[in-house]
C-alpha cells in the first residue's frame, strides 16, 4: 500500500463526539456520499457510519484529502489474511496464536486500563526487561508484521467501543518504560523497517487513534534515534512521540495532568499500582532468559547438530535463524534400535538410508527465522546440517532452537520429562 498520509494530523477542538460530529457535519456527510458506492457490504466489526468518516475528517481536513484513505481502509478490512485477524480481535482468539505465546517469553508488554482519562487502549512496555533481538530471531517476520497490526486493530476496536459508549472520542496511549533499554534493540532495522511500513498503513487506516506514544526514562541518545526514526516514519506518527527523561517529568507535563490518572500507573511509572498487583506480563514472571544456544560455522566447513528421540511418536519442533547473511541446512532422521536414551542412538540397520526431513536449502538472515515441525512414529536421532562450504571467507553464526515432544503425553508428558532430564547434550560434529 503507499502512504497518502504525509502531513501532521489535525487536533480536535474537543473531546465531545457530539460537538465534534456537529462541527464537521458537512465534510462528513461529503466524504460518505463519495464513497458511498464502495463501502464494504459484509463487515466484520467495523460501523461505517459518521463516527467513523468523523476520524478521517479530523485527521485529513477535508473530505477532498481524506477520500483516498478511507478507500485504502475499505481495501485493507477486506483482505483475507487482516480479515482473519479482525475476526480474532472481535472474538477474543488472537491470544491462541503459537507466535502470540512465544511472544510473551521474551517480552514483557501488556494492556492496562485505567491511566487514561478517556478510556481508550493503553498499553505498557518494559524495554530494560525485553529480549526483543531473541524474540526477533525466534518469531516468523510474517508472525511479528501480523502481531504488531493485531495492536492496532485491538486498540481501534476498543477506542471506537468506547467512543460509542462514552460519547468521548477515545484514543491509543502507548508507555515504554526505557530504562535499561539497549540502543541494539532501538536500531535493530528487522524491527524499524517493518514499524515504518506498518505506520504508514496505520496512517490511513486507522487515523486518529494513537494519542500519544511515551519512551519514559529516555536515555540521551534516543533523542538520536528519534532524529533517524523521523527520516523512516510518517509526519503523523512522529508527531505523537513524547520523550520524558524520567517519570517526574512525565506527570509533570501538562497533558499528563489533564488526559491521565497517575494513581492507576505502575509504580515503575511513578504511579501507585505496585509490582505485586501487576498482571504477570508486566512483571517479567513470563519472560524467559534462556537464550537460544548458537555456533558458529567456519568457512569452507559445515556442522551437524544431533538430536536423540527416545520416544515413538514424537514432533520435533525447530527454530533456526542466521545472523548474517545466509547458510545451507538441511536435516535427516535415522531410525534407533528400539525406545530409550540408549537404543535411540543404535542405528536400526547399517544398511538403511536416512529419511530426509529438510532436502538441503538455504537459511537467509533477511527473511528471519525458520519455523517448522518434523513428526515421527519411531525413535532414533536427527541430524541437522549446516553446511557453509560455499562460502570462502566468511563464518556464519547460527542460533538454533530443537525440542522433542511427546505426541501422546504432550511437552509434559513422562516420556518427555525423561527425555529432557536425560537429554541434555547436543553433540555437534565438524568437518573443516
Not at 195 to 211: F, M, R, T
Not at 345 to 371: D, F, M, N, W
Not at 397 to 402: C, G, P
Amino acid at each position: 500500500m503507499t502512504s497518502l498520509a504525509t502531513d501532521a494530523e489535525g487536533l480536535p477542538s474537543t473531546h465531545q463526539i457530539s460537538s465534534l460530529l456537529s462541527e464537521h457535519s458537512k465534510e462528513i456527510q461529503k466524504l460518505m456520499t463519495s464513497v458511498e458506492s464502495s463501502i464494504p457490504k459484509n463487515s466484520i466489526y467495523c460501523k461505517y457510519d459518521n463516527i467513523f468518516f468523523l476520524r478521517y475528517i479530523l485527521s485529513f481536513g477535508t473530505a477532498e484529502k481524506a477520500r483516498d484513505a478511507v478507500l485504502e481502509c475499505f481495501a485493507f478490512r477486506q483482505e483475507p489474511r487482516w480479515v482473519k485477524l479482525i475476526q480474532e480481535i472481535k472474538d477474543d482468539t488472537y491470544e491462541e496464536n503459537d507466535f502470540v505465546k512465544e511472544m510473551a517469553k521474551w517480552q514483557v508488554a501488556a494492556p492496562m486500563d485505567g491511566i487514561t482519562v478517556s478510556g481508550g487502549f493503553c498499553v505498557v512496555i518494559r524495554g530494560g526487561m525485553s529480549d526483543q533481538a531473541t524474540m526477533i530471531d525466534r518469531i516468523p517476520q510474517d508472525d511479528m508484521y501480523y502481531a504488531n497490526m493485531a495492536y492496532r486493530e485491538m486498540a481501534f476496536q476498543k477506542c471506537d467501543t468506547v467512543t460509542r459508549e462514552t460519547g468521548i472520542l477515545a484514543k491509543q496511549v502507548m508507555f515504554f518504560d526505557m530504562n535499561g533499554s539497549k540502543l541494539s534493540d532501538m536500531m535493530d532495522r528487522r524491527m524499524s523497517d517493518m514499524y515504518a511500513d506498518i505506520s504508514k498503513i496505520a496512517a490511513n487506516v486507522y487515523p486518529q487513534l494513537q494519542e500519544k506514544t511515551c519512551l519514559i526514562n529516555a536515555p540521551k541518545w534516543m533523542g538520536w534515534v528519534i532524529s533517524l526514526f523521523k527520516k523512516l516514519l510518517p509526519v503523523k506518527t512522529m508527531e505523537k512521540f513524547e520523550l520524558f527523561s524520567n517519570t517526574n517529568d512525565l506527570w509533570d507535563s501538562e497533558w499528563a495532568k489533564d488526559r491521565l490518572v497517575q494513581d492507576n500507573a505502575p509504580e515503575f511509572m511513578g504511579g501507585k499500582v505496585k509490582d505485586a498487583d501487576l498482571m504477570p506480563q508486566l512483571t517479567g514472571a513470563m519472560r524467559s532468559y534462556a537464550p537460544s544456544p548458537e555456533i558458529t560455522i567456519g568457512a569452507r566447513s559445515f556442522q551437524t547438530v544431533t538430536i536423540d528421540v527416545p520416544i515413538a511418536s514424537a514432533q520435533i519442533e525447530y527454530n533456526l535463524i542466521v545472523v548474517a547473511r545466509g547458510i545451507n541446512f538441511s536435516a535427516e532422521f535415522i531410525e534407533g534400535t528400539g525406545v530409550g536414551l540408549e537404543q535411540c542412538r543404535i542405528p536400526k540397520s547399517s544398511s538403511s538410508a536416512p529419511i530426509v526431513l529438510r532436502k538441503q536449502s538455504k537459511l537467509k538472515a533477511e527473511t528471519g527465522c525458520a519455523k517448522g515441525v518434523w513428526s515421527l512414529d519411531m525413535p532414533g536421532i536427527v541430524k541437522v546440517k549446516f553446511d557453509n562450504q560455499h562460502s570462502m571467507l566468511r563464518s556464519k553464526t547460527v542460533k538454533y532452537t530443537i525440542e522433542v515432544r511427546d505426541i501422546k503425553d504432550g511437552p509434559t508428558g513422562a516420556a518427555a520429562a525423561k527425555w529432557r532430564e536425560n537429554a541434555t547434550r547436543n553433540k555437534e560434529e565438524t568437518k573443516e
